[in-house]
């Protein structure tokens, strides 16, 4: 691979707590399965995987280029709305030789006229080399925005599946899970007021619950609903 890949491969280290063990389904108990049978077949193909952000969709994506790198082979995923994000030309630098091809977020290249013709070249590569191509966006891949007929075609070749949003008692167990992998304790009642009182995506609930666990540390405290007020409230 090109210089520029490798660099960028070493940047974008897959945090360890992306792994199907520790993600909660909820409604998505399908297409998480569905995912996990197309990693472990490692048959040619490609697979669509839509949803709200925050719904899980980046962490599916890290879980399964996580499976692939473990197993032995070698996979690469890549964020379309990442910072400093190289110009198309990044996915003509041999991304096909991979085992798995993981790219995320790519409705945020849009109606961009040269990501979307590199799209199209790159998902024609892949499956003339025989690999597996995992992609994901907001929305079914004729909802997202896309000019280019023959790339929304292609999209839909594969498996596609939408995840659901999460009823708040999964919430509640999604943030009880995070705290059990970071140690922390976090009843049932605590984790439904975080849900109630602020921001609801995933995303956001679990950045709150590390910052919160990193000052019960310091302060040598329980995570409370009156701890939490407290904290919060110094930061408001």
Not at 39 to 61: D, I, N
Not at 65 to 84: D, I
Not at 187 to 196: N, R, S
Request: net charge neutral.
């Amino acid at each position: 691979m090109a210089t520029t890949l490798k660099q960028l491969a070493l940047q974008l280290r897959l945090p360890d707590r992306a792994r199907f063990a520790n993600f909660h389904p909820g409604p998505n108990t399908e297409p998480v399965q569905q995912l996990q049978a197309f990693v472990e077949q490692a048959a040619a193909g490609s697979f669509f995987l839509w949803g709200r952000a925050g719904e899980g969709r980046s962490h599916l994506l890290m879980a399964a280029a996580q499976r692939v790198n473990e197993a032995g082979g070698q996979a690469f995923y890549l964020s379309l709305a990442g910072p400093g994000l190289p110009s198309p030309q990044l996915l003509a630098e041999g991304l096909e030789d991979v085992d798995l091809l993981a790219l995320d977020d790519i409705d945020r290249v849009a109606a961009q006229q040269d990501w979307e013709e590199a799209l199209f070249t790159l998902y024609n590569r892949v499956q003339q080399q025989g690999g597996r191509l995992l992609l994901a966006a907001c929305a079914r891949p004729d909802q997202c925005g896309f000019v280019l007929p023959d790339l929304v075609s292609r999209l839909q070749w594969g498996l596609v599946f939408g995840l659901r949003p999460l009823a708040d008692a999964d919430r509640v167990q999604v943030l009880q899970l995070r705290a059990r992998q970071r140690g922390l304790e976090l009843p049932e009642e605590v984790a439904g007021y975080l849900i109630k009182r602020y921001p609801r995506d995933l995303a956001s609930l679990c950045a709150l619950l590390e910052r919160l666990d990193t000052v019960s540390l310091q302060a040598q405290r329980r995570l409370t609903i009156p701890f939490i007020k407290q904290v919060l409230g110094r930061e408001t």
